[in-house]
């Protein structure tokens, strides 16, 4: 069982940064593949970005070039930094960890608003 706990969300103005965080309870060494997802109000859950054991990483095109993941191996850890933020990215971002399961966080609360 991996139980994964995200922070860092928060209301922020249009072209501000946030940074998002995923603490697993396992070393992420033995997870394959992690990520961020995330569901804006009335749209199905979309993928924001993975990265995998070898720090291959993976954004959607609505994203690139204004976020970057990256893994903390020491710490457990995945982050998103998030820059140059605009409000279509207000939404709820969930962390994911792929195993033999797949596992999800409780999420986290993006708001991108003046």
């Known amino acids: 069982q991996v139980q994964l706990v995200e922070s860092g969300g928060g209301l922020v103005q249009p072209g501000g940064s946030l940074r998002l965080s995923c603490a697993a309870s396992?070393?992420?060494?033995?997870?394959?593949?992690m990520g961020w997802y995330r569901q804006a109000p009335g749209k199905q859950r979309e993928l924001v970005a993975t990265?995998?054991?070898?720090?291959?990483?993976y954004y959607a095109d609505s994203v690139k070039g204004r976020f970057t993941i990256s893994r903390d191996n020491a710490k457990n850890t995945v982050y998103l930094q998030m820059n140059s933020l605009k409000p279509e990215d207000t939404a709820v971002y969930y962390c994911?960890?792929?195993?033999?399961?797949?596992?999800w966080g409780q999420g986290t609360q993006v708001t991108v608003s003046s």
């Open positions: 990265i995998t054991g070898d720090d291959s990483a």
């Open positions: 994911n960890a792929v195993t033999f399961k797949e596992y």
């Open positions: 396992i070393s992420i060494f033995s997870i394959n593949r």
